[in-house]
């Protein structure tokens, strides 16, 4: 089993930046693939990124491509989510996720098996 902590959120002018921390315990977590989501009022959590249990492959949506990179620390337990180039549309909930998995392509939620409890991230414009 795996437990996510997620940190870094806050408020922050368009244009800013943040990085987000997905902190997990358990000694396998190098075999676990991490997501990071992100749910706004009234939508549904969408996908942001993903990064295999190897930190070697890496994929995002099409609407943080160029401003967020996913990137994890295996000896640390740890996965960032740095975000340039902050927009409003960016405010939503940030969720990290889980799952024991070598496989690299996890973009849905219904992908993982283990979820943070999520930190806010608002963007003022």
């Known amino acids: 089993q795996v437990q996510l902590v997620e940190s870094g959120g806050g408020l922050v002018q368009a244009g800013g930046s943040l990085r987000l921390s997905c902190a997990a315990s358990?000694?396998?977590?190098?075999?676990?693939?991490v997501g990071w989501f992100r749910q706004a009022p009234g939508k549904e959590r969408e996908f942001v990124a993903t990064i295999s249990a190897g930190g070697g492959t890496t994929y995002y949506a099409d609407s943080v491509k160029g401003r967020f990179t996913i990137s994890r620390d295996n000896a640390k337990n740890t996965v960032h989510l740095q975000m340039n180039s902050l927009k409003s549309e960016d405010t939503a909930v940030y969720y990290c996720?889980?799952?024991?998995?070598?496989?690299?392509?996890?973009?849905?939620?219904?992908?993982?098996?283990?979820w943070g409890q999520g930190t806010q991230v608002t963007v003022s414009s």
């Open positions: 358990g000694r396998t977590f190098r075999n676990y693939a």
């Open positions: 996720a889980a799952k024991y998995t070598r496989y690299s392509g996890n973009v849905y939620v219904t992908d993982y098996d283990y």
